[in-house]
């Protein structure tokens, strides 16, 4: 027993059906010596790099010699990471910054990083998906050459068939799409999945009923995953990856205790986010990301901005690759309050979203003495006027973040929004501000 990504992996890259850690962390190594080798040549940003370390990249050990590459750095993107020439490339992908200010970011990718893409994502959709499945596609669609084209391209090869939900349909509509199509699997946007299966579940219809929902592109916290199991009785599947990375980074198999990282095209390392230095299997820090067959844009040891730990014991599923767990976005993003309270977008999730008329929440944090959290709820037709409340109330009711509202060292502003989703796409964010520049956004 091993699963569908295991044997891809051996297919793929000649190594024996039944290979060990040590077969598969030689066959990294010489990838990742392989891809310096390429970068070092070829790649404008990493044949200016001095820092070079002598010989070859052994182990994990080893690994530490190797300097970072920064999301600045790719944000200044001069000089440029690309390591083919244009005609090779065959599509660039325009990220948003993550800040209001600064460059977009670009990111390029050959025909073949493509494809190793689409394969990761087919062997990963068949840990809970077979031939002749339908598969409702909720990721917005109107970004050529993201997740929505790729996970389609995916299906089709796994012989399923993609339904794909427009990206401007409401909860309602993609609710109704689900009990029209049929569908076994829903994959998409962990809120916006959420948002369908709070409206269908108090909208009086026909229960609808899925085997699993693959979530991605957003943390999703244990009370959004509830929330989906128990609307539609399914499985939920967690799903880490960036654009950066080639989007397809690790899955949850059916024994859900980590997500199995796609080990051949990506070497993942965590470190101390303060010091840089590497961390044990199991501690918590920040991912580090190298890719290691990518052409167009070989990143090495790329510092993520999003933290978990690895597992590398055997995973009952079989697989021997390494899982990540405890995965949280843009950690960088949370606030200290008073007291050493720590607010942050997957904290409030996890409060918020255990409210059965939540479907999705905006925060925003301006700071100053006291600083106000202005929360946006966005709720059922059923929970519409109460949901503020509710929403104060379990704020109110958490441990950490009760006190400091009720003794006034937070003040807590909460409204409803109108739909039952609100506007935001790709990542939600806690968005901070310093109460003196504040006021006019
Ligand atoms: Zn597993």
């Known amino acids: 027993m091993s699963g569908p990504l295991d044997d891809r992996l051996a297919e793929l890259h000649g190594l024996p059906r039944d290979f060990g850690r040590a077969d598969l962390e030689a066959l990294q190594f010489a990838r990742l010596n392989a891809t310096i080798a390429h970068a070092r040549r070829n790649s404008p940003f990493y044949r200016a790099r001095r820092d070079w370390p002598e010989g070859e990249i052994r182990d994990r050990r080893d690994l530490a010699r190797l300097p970072f590459t920064t999301a600045a750095d790719l944000a200044r993107a001069d000089p440029s990471f690309l390591a083919v020439s244009q005609s090779e490339v065959e599509r660039i992908v325009t990220l948003p910054t993550s800040g209001t200010v600064g460059p977009a970011k670009r990111v390029s990718f050959t025909a073949g990083d493509r494809e190793a893409t689409f394969d990761f994502f087919q062997h990963g959709m068949a840990l809970f998906t077979r031939p002749g499945d339908r598969v409702v596609v909720a990721f917005p669609a109107e970004r050529p050459g993201g997740v929505g084209d790729g996970l389609v391209a995916a299906l089709t090869r796994l012989g399923a068939t993609p339904v794909i939900a427009p990206s401007e349909a409401s909860p309602a509509e993609l609710a109704d799409l689900l009990r029209r199509s049929g569908a076994r699997i829903a994959a998409g946007p962990p809120v916006r999945l959420l948002a369908a299966a709070r409206v269908s579940a108090a909208d009086g219809g026909a229960p609808i009923r899925l085997d699993a929902a693959l979530v991605s592109s957003d943390h999703a916290s244990a009370s959004l995953r509830r929330g989906l199991e128990r609307a539609w009785g399914?499985?939920?599947?967690?799903?880490?990856?960036?654009?950066?990375?080639?989007?397809?980074?690790?899955?949850?198999?059916?024994?859900?205790?980590?997500?199995?990282?796609?080990?051949?095209?990506?070497?993942?390392?965590?470190?101390?986010?303060?010091?840089?230095?590497?961390?044990?299997?199991?501690?918590?820090?920040?991912?580090?990301?190298?890719?290691?067959?990518?052409?167009?844009?070989p990143l090495l040891r790329l510092r993520t901005g999003d933290r978990g730990r690895l597992i590398d014991a055997p995973c009952v599923c079989g697989s021997r690759l390494m899982r990540l767990d405890g995965i949280e976005g843009r950690f960088g993003d949370a606030a200290v309050l008073p007291g050493g309270v720590r607010l942050s977008m997957p904290r409030l999730d996890e409060l918020l979203f255990a409210l059965d008329g939540v479907c999705d929440v905006a925060a925003r944090l301006t700071e100053g003495a006291p600083s106000t959290l202005r929360l946006t709820i966005a709720a059922?037709?059923?929970?519409?006027?109460?949901?503020?409340?509710?929403?104060?109330?379990?704020?109110?009711?958490?441990?950490?973040?009760?006190?400091?509202?009720?003794?006034?060292?937070?003040?807590?502003?909460?409204?409803?929004?109108?739909?039952?989703?609100?506007?935001?796409?790709?990542?939600?964010?806690?968005?901070?501000?310093?109460?003196?520049c504040a006021g006019s956004s």
């Open 234 to 297: 399914c499985a939920v599947h967690d799903h880490w990856g960036m654009t950066e990375t080639g989007y397809g980074g690790a899955v949850e198999c059916a024994a859900h205790a980590g997500l199995h990282v796609r080990e051949a095209d990506l070497l993942v390392e965590v470190v101390d986010p303060a010091t840089g230095a590497a961390l044990g299997v199991g501690e918590s820090g920040e991912i580090v990301v190298s890719t290691l067959g990518r052409r167009a844009m």
């Open 380 to 436: 059922t037709a059923r929970a519409k006027g109460e949901a503020a409340a509710t929403a104060r109330a379990a704020i109110v009711a958490d441990a950490g973040l009760g006190p400091l509202v009720t003794s006034g060292a937070l003040r807590l502003d909460v409204v409803e929004a109108e739909g039952a989703l609100l506007l935001a796409r790709g990542k939600r964010r806690l968005i901070r501000e310093d109460a003196r």
